[in-house]
């Protein structure tokens, strides 16, 4: 079957028509990790670049000014993309990571101490769990983890209630996991955190990409994503606050254009959201990242969940099919988000991204950043392949038929 959004990439338009030697016949499986990039989002870059390359926030002259409304533009698409309350909510970082770091540097030192909880999931990508774990380090405060069913991934209500007590302070969960693909009842949790004082945090890297994001309707605090994961570019990435918690907060850079008033003794903060932008702003990433958006939104949230689904459910349909493959998570598709993780008895999981790396299917193999969740599941390693919009059918059909012979191309003869 034809995909009509492979020609809007410059990666998938050489490989379908055979311009790029070096990725031939390229089955990419690892959008999990980082997107490809449409020509939209490139030309979009090479624009602003080309005609309004200026320090935004600083000139008075006129190209600095556009650089400025192109800049703020951004930070409105974004806004507008998961439904914040007002457009000062967003501030742009480089990376989800960046803006958990800075929830947990500008809020977490500063408002947790001995004795405190604070709760995270199982599943956690690293960059949600080093971050609190230094806070707790730092303030003597408790680290707790929301444990999930080993088959279905589901958080039951009774963990939730068990979990988030009158002690807990912040609740940091993964929206979706990256590892076993499921939607965590982030409405649910949102309640629980909120119904004992403590403030709601949602890592959004995977869910952004692939579902309707409102973080007014979860009542999350606080909401971290990536641009790479969405078709847009590397080293940017947002995050959302509820105004009145960031105004509230300290920097968690300093100096630059977040500042109001320097003198020698003492400076003074800009208002939000530019107290937390320090330094040059990557305003070239921002309209990569808004161009995106707006790419993401015209082929639509609900039709790329509904693509995801499918492929996702012919893809273990067909693994259940062949012998001593062990799926890792949820064995319905349209629980996965696109994220299918599994083992191979006997061939080790970087021998399984190597060998199809072999039949050029590009595939992720190892912890996946999520070793507690591994530890937990009683597996060091195992593979993955994470589904777009932009994939087949018959790429998940020759990654099947690759994947039926793995065993024997490691010398088993079953």
Partial sequence: MENKYRKDFPFFKAIDENEAVENKGLIYFDTAATAQRPFIVLNAMTHFYATENANPLRGLYSLSERATMAYENARQTVANFINTKQTE???????????????????GLNNLHQGDEICITIMEHHSNIVPWQMVCQKTGAK????????????ISDQEIAAKITPRTKIVSVVHVSNVLGVTNPVKKIGQAAHSVGAIFIVDGAQSAPHMKVDVQEFDADFFAMS?????????????????????KMEPFLRGGEMIEYVTREKATWAEVPHKFEAGTVSAGDAVGMATAIRYINSIGLDNIKKHDAALACRMIDGMTKIPHINIIGPKDGNKRCGIVTFTIDGVHPHDVATLLSEEHIAIRAGHHCAQPLGQYLGQ????RASLYFYNTEEEVDKFLEKLSHLREWSGYKD
Avoid: Q
């Fill in 89 to 107: 909510e967003i501030i742009f970082t480089r990376n989800a990571s960046e803006s958990l770091n800075l929830v947990a540097y500008s809020w």
């Fill in 143 to 154: 680290l707790v983890f929301l444990e999930c069913d080993k088959e279905t991934g589901i």
């Fill in 227 to 247: 641009a790479h994961k969405l078709c847009g570019p590397m080293g940017i990435g947002a995050l959302y606050g509820k105004y009145e918690l960031l105004e």
């Fill in 380 to 383: 060091t390693a195992t593979a």
